[in-house]
């Protein structure tokens, strides 16, 4: 079998779907599926349509295309605020994109109109992640414009979290935007359908029996996928962590010293400062390197430890050297490796649709033979 590949359990990412709509459900909160980590795949999308989300956000045109072509049909939202030279394809793919620009938004109404069409615009206000957003001061103005332009509908607003901060929301936060969407309703005498409150980092806050006031829907991705909060870590409850799995081929084998302090001259390594303890170990070489994912994102199996990568080798040190030549070595990833692994071009990816086995256990993927320094 070709490696190195993704094992993608799609009845995992089902599982994931169905748990986490089910449990947003019983508080009023609508799921997006958010597919930009796994590049819009039409088959892990349709996982998350078949699991109830009740549509999908693509940050990426071209991922959105791969939808569309494979026969995607439910709505999809860029929420990327979209680039002027992309305008006539975003009316043509997406039923509606998140925007902070002015100038984009009569663009998609010009194009709209000219294409006898109605393009939804969700405004993106800047709550503090400092990341793109309308600052709340000038949101009224802005949505007053939408409101008399033709060719768009003003369907909501939304914000985002902890993407540029790496802060989880509160509730102060999440009332701060439910009192904007009511204000902002009652000066332009709109009505806003969708008021999404944010990304997987908002999971904590929404199923914590807090008030939801105004949040409709949250656009999620990571929580979906990999089962995990992407600010704590932890796994969400009565979700698979292990629906995907990176499966590489070793290489080389053999004992080796350690690299001295001087040596080593991987730059992930200078950066977090870790350098091997002394002494020989143990290692493999495997075909896989940074060229084809984030290789601090993988999670070593038990007895292994990440020695180093360049681009396109990777260097694990073992106990005792199990594996030959010719074997395979399997790896968790977390959101950054996923998403890298993804969109790598000698990365190919298996579909498995086998029923899910029992949860397996989060590994820690934690380089324990290297020193801080
Ligand atoms: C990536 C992204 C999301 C999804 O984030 P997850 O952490 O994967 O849930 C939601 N909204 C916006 C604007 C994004 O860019």
Same mark, same amino acid.
């Given at each position: 079998?070709?490696?190195?590949?993704?094992?993608?359990?799609?009845?995992?990412?089902?599982?994931?779907?169905?748990?986490?709509?089910?449990?947003?459900?019983?508080?009023?909160? $609508?799921?997006?599926?958010?597919?930009?980590?796994?590049?819009?795949?039409?088959?892990?999308?349709?996982?998350?349509?078949?699991?109830?989300?009740?549509?999908?956000?693509?940050? @990426?045109?071209? /991922?959105? @295309?791969?939808?569309?072509?494979?026969?995607?049909?439910?709505?999809?939202?860029?929420?990327?605020?979209?680039?002027?030279?992309?305008?006539?394809?975003?009316?043509?793919?997406?039923?509606?994109?998140?925007?902070?620009?002015?100038?984009?938004?009569?663009?998609?109404?010009?194009?709209? #109109?000219?294409?006898? #069409?109605?393009?939804?615009?969700?405004?993106?206000?800047?709550? %503090?992640?400092?990341?793109? %957003?309308?600052?709340?001061?000038?949101?009224?103005?802005?949505?007053?414009?939408?409101?008399?332009?033709?060719?768009?509908?003003?369907?909501? +607003? %939304?914000? /985002?979290?902890?993407?540029?901060?790496?802060?989880?929301?509160?509730?102060?936060?999440?009332?701060?935007?439910?009192?904007?969407? /009511?204000?902002?309703?009652?000066?332009?005498?709109?009505?806003?359908?969708?008021?999404?409150?944010?990304?997987?980092?908002?999971?904590?806050?929404?199923?914590?029996?807090?008030?939801?006031?105004?949040?409709?829907?949250?656009?999620?991705?990571?929580?979906?996928?990999?089962?995990?909060?992407?600010?704590?870590?932890?796994?969400?409850?009565?979700?698979?962590?292990?629906?995907?799995?990176?499966?590489?081929?070793? +290489?080389?084998?053999?004992?080796?010293?350690?690299?001295?302090?001087?040596?080593?001259?991987?730059?992930?390594?200078?950066?977090?400062?870790?350098?091997?303890? $002394?002494?020989?170990?143990?290692?493999?070489?495997?075909?896989?390197?940074?060229?084809?994912?984030?290789?601090?994102?993988? $999670?070593?199996?038990?007895?292994? @430890?990440?020695?180093?990568? #360049?681009?396109?080798?990777?260097?694990?040190?073992?106990?005792?050297?199990?594996?030959?030549?010719?074997?395979?070595? @399997?790896?968790?990833?977390?959101?950054?490796?996923?998403?890298?692994?993804?969109?790598?071009?000698?990365?190919?990816?298996?579909?498995?649709?086998? /029923?899910?086995?029992?949860?397996?256990?989060?590994?820690? %993927?934690?380089?324990?033979?290297?020193?801080? +320094?």
């Amino acid at each position: 079998m070709s490696t190195p590949r993704i094992e993608v359990h799609l009845n995992k990412i089902h599982h994931n779907a169905q748990t986490i709509v089910g449990r947003l459900k019983a508080r009023g909160i $609508s799921v997006t599926a958010v597919t930009k980590a796994v590049c819009g795949h039409p088959s892990i999308a349709q996982a998350m349509l078949d699991g109830g989300v009740i549509g999908l956000a693509e940050a @990426r045109l071209s /991922n959105v @295309r791969k939808l569309r072509k494979a026969g995607i049909k439910c709505s999809i939202t860029l929420i990327r605020t979209p680039m002027l030279s992309q305008i006539d394809q975003v009316i043509q793919f997406c039923e509606a994109s998140y925007n902070t620009e002015m100038p984009v938004i009569a663009a998609l109404a010009a194009a709209a #109109t000219r294409k006898d #069409t109605v393009h939804g615009i969700i405004l993106m206000v800047e709550m %503090g992640d400092l990341r793109e %957003g309308i600052m709340p001061e000038d949101l009224c103005a802005i949505a007053q414009q939408v409101v008399d332009l033709p060719g768009v509908a003003l369907k909501g +607003i %939304g914000a /985002n979290y902890a993407c540029l901060s790496g802060t989880a929301p509160n509730a102060a936060e999440m009332e701060a935007l439910s009192d904007l969407a /009511n204000d902002t309703e009652a000066q332009c005498g709109t009505f806003f359908q969708t008021v999404s409150g944010g990304n997987s980092a908002n999971l904590p806050w929404a199923l914590d029996g807090h008030p939801i006031c105004r949040i409709n829907d949250l656009r999620l991705g990571e929580a979906i996928l990999l089962g995990v909060d992407p600010v704590s870590g932890d796994q969400i409850d009565g979700t698979y962590t292990d629906a995907f799995t990176l499966v590489a081929e070793v +290489i080389e084998t053999g004992s080796k010293p350690f690299p001295l302090l001087n040596s080593i001259c991987d730059p992930v390594f200078k950066r977090l400062h870790l350098v091997p303890k $002394s002494g020989q170990s143990e290692r493999m070489i495997l075909a896989i390197g940074h060229q084809d994912t984030d290789v601090l994102g993988l $999670s070593m199996p038990p007895d292994n @430890r990440l020695l180093g990568a #360049t681009s396109d080798h990777l260097v694990i040190g073992t106990r005792q050297l199990a594996q030959k030549v010719g074997s395979e070595m @399997r790896f968790q990833m977390n959101y950054s490796a996923l998403m890298n692994a993804m969109s790598a071009p000698d990365v190919k990816t298996k579909l498995l649709r086998d /029923n899910p086995s029992p949860r397996a256990p989060v590994s820690e %993927g934690q380089a324990n033979n290297l020193v801080s +320094i």
